[in-house]
């Protein structure tokens, strides 16, 4: 009897002296040994050993079965001091603003009216708002939590946009007009190259047009609901709470915009002849800048939700390059001449400056655990550049016509085109889908 009593005293001293040692509501156990179970350990069966209720994958989506919790009840989720995010982008971007670059007329139009913007019943056939249509794309999310009670962490991402813009191409005999207009400056109206018209000359044109978008970033993070050591916060514990957590890092955002331009000339008059133009027009902003955010995670049974909302102040590297040739061939001789019809010795080159921007991003995610450890995520995605360069508005459609190769010789009139900085603002939308994966 004795020896009993002293069994169950020394118990419950030391019992008591762990507990004395410990943070409130923390769970005890004894030192794992080669023989004994991991208590954070997932079972087969989805259990977690030290929790009496049934595991997640065990549990059934609607209603109480056997015991089992209910859609909306807790899960016990594995939580990790790590997690990677795989995500499919389904986005829309704002467009790429163009001029009218091809026009058309109904047949019969007369050579003095045809093409040319407010002509007879001119129309255009490519220009205007580009690349703004539905794009596929991919981000990848990653991060650690430093302490075991997840109060610091390090994360990043990367995204990008795949597929290419829009593309145009038209070509006649001569039947059929086709035209590229512009505004003649010394003339003051409205006019146009022609491609194809009957009787002078056939051809044919392709433009092609692409945006790209890519963005990554690094941050580190802090918990401001919880404190540090937190046992609510204890990596892989059996409870999950709400979190708030303030980011800081770098972020790097990269947006192109490029259009190419060809037309192939025949003469259909004495003496024949060719002319083959190449031209194009591209743009890239580099931003690189420090980023402020706000992460927001709750948790409700096997569902949770995530709100992300930061902000990037830095610099954005903007770059303009303007690019044009024409080969000209008669009898048999070809000649190469700077400037094709939109780009022009006046403002043919390589532009760069600097400008600061914001990129702001607001992000909704709701998950949903299909197992403790594995999530699938649905959401919805906002990203905003300012102070963008875009190929667009960099083409100047006031052309002085003697600089059209074969440049005329004395010159006379305004240097037209010519190049100047146009800024705009640029931004990014749509669903994401995917799956978060904690180990």
């Known amino acids: ?20 040692a410990q943070p409130a509501g923390a769970v005890l156990y004894d030192p794992i040994t080669a023989g004994a179970v991991d208590p954070y350990a997932i079972q087969p069966n989805g259990y977690f050993p030290h929790t009496p209720a049934a595991g997640l994958i ?14 909306f009840a807790n899960p016990v989720p594995y939580r990790g001091r790590m997690f990677l995010r795989g995500e499919y982008l389904g986005w829309w971007t704002s467009p790429l603003e163009t001029p009218a670059l091809v026009t058309t007329n109904p047949s019969g139009t007369p050579r003095n009216q045809a093409g040319f ?16 249509a539905f794009r596929s794309g991919v ?16 994360g990043g991402d990367y995204y990008q946009l795949f597929g290419s813009g829009d593309d145009f191409s038209a070509s006649s005999d001569g039947s059929r007009i086709l035209a590229r207009p512009f505004y003649d400056i010394v003339a003051g109206r409205e006019t146009a190259e022609l491609i194809s018209f009957p009787g002078l000359v056939s051809g044919n044109t392709s433009i092609e047009s692409d945006t790209r978008l890519r963005s990554f970033g690094i941050h580190v993070q802090a918990d401001a609901l919880n404190a540090p050591n937190s046992v609510t916060q204890v ?10 957590d303030w980011t800081v890092g770098y972020r790097n955002v990269m947006l192109d915009d490029e259009l190419l331009f060809a037309d192939n000339l025949t003469s259909l008059t004495t003496p024949a002849g060719t002319l083959n133009l190449r031209e194009s027009f591209e743009t890239e902003n580099r931003f ?24 990037a102040v830095g610099n954005n590297a903007q770059r303009v390059k303007i690019a044009g040739t024409t080969q000209l061939v008669e009898a048999g001789v070809a000649d190469t001449f700077q400037g094709g019809l939109l780009a022009q010795r006046t403002n043919i080159g390589t532009y760069e400056r600097d400008r600061l921007s914001v990129v702001p991003e607001l ?14 995520t649905a959401g919805y ?25 074969v440049e005329v010789n004395p010159l006379t009139g305004p240097l037209r085109p010519r190049f100047e900085f146009r800024q705009g603002d640029f931004y990014a939308h749509g669903v994401t889908v995917g799956g978060d994966f904690r180990f």
């Open 363 to 376: 992000g909704a995610t709701l998950g949903f655990h299909v197992t403790p450890r594995f999530s699938l």
């Open 288 to 311: 690189q800048g420090l980023e402020f955010g706000i992460i927001r995670e709750i948790p409700f049974g096997r569902w949770w939700f995530e709100s992300v909302s930061k902000i």
């Open 139 to 154: 981000r990848i999310r990653g991060g650690w939590y430093v302490d075991p009670s997840r109060y610091w962490g390090i």
């Open 235 to 244: 990596a892989n514990d059996c409870g999950r709470f709400p979190r708030l």
């Open 58 to 71: 065990d549990r059934p989506l609607l209603g109480s079965v056997g015991g089992g919790q209910p859609l």
């Open 117 to 132: 913007l407010g002509g007879n019943n001119t129309s255009t056939l490519f220009g205007g708002d580009l690349n703004d």
């Open 381 to 405: 995605t906002f990203v905003y550049f300012s102070n963008v360069v875009r190929a667009g508005d960099q083409i100047d459609t006031d052309i002085n016509p003697g600089l059209i190769p």
């Open 1 to 20: 009897m004795v020896a009993a009593f002293g069994a169950v005293s020394a118990a419950w001293t030391g019992a008591s002296q762990r507990a004395l």
